[in-house]
């Protein structure tokens, strides 16, 4: 009785069905609990997002460029000793800042 290896999925790249073929068992085994792992999470946060993005979003400021997500919070950076707000959000997995103006010294 012989056994032939398994299939990989088509949609695989072969560069990780490679590393894989190279593995040894115990690698696998811990390959495929870190993947199930993180699949769990990659899950969880695109569940998350598309929560964040179907909740009710507050009217957009007045003073929100078109350009600026609804979502997006104010930040203070302070630059060669002068403080400035910038509009930043989330894309994906990097944080994008758009300036807004300088930091009034009387407020």
């Known amino acids: 009785m012989s056994y032939e290896p398994p299939s990989p999925p088509a949609n695989l790249p072969t560069e990780i069905v490679n590393t894989l073929n190279e593995a040894t068992s115990e690698h696998l085994r811990d390959v495929a609990s870190y993947a199930e792992t ?7 946060e695109a569940r998350l997002e598309e929560e964040a993005d179907d909740a009710d979003v ?13 979502k997006a919070t104010i930040t203070i950076k302070e630059i060669n000793d002068n403080r400035y707000y910038y509009w930043q959000w989330r894309e994906g997995d990097s944080v994008t800042s758009k300036y807004k103006g300088p930091v009034n010294p009387d407020e």
């Open 38 to 44: 993180l699949a769990e999470y990659k899950e969880r």
């Open 58 to 70: 507050e009217e957009r400021p007045d003073d929100l460029p078109d350009d600026v997500p609804a």
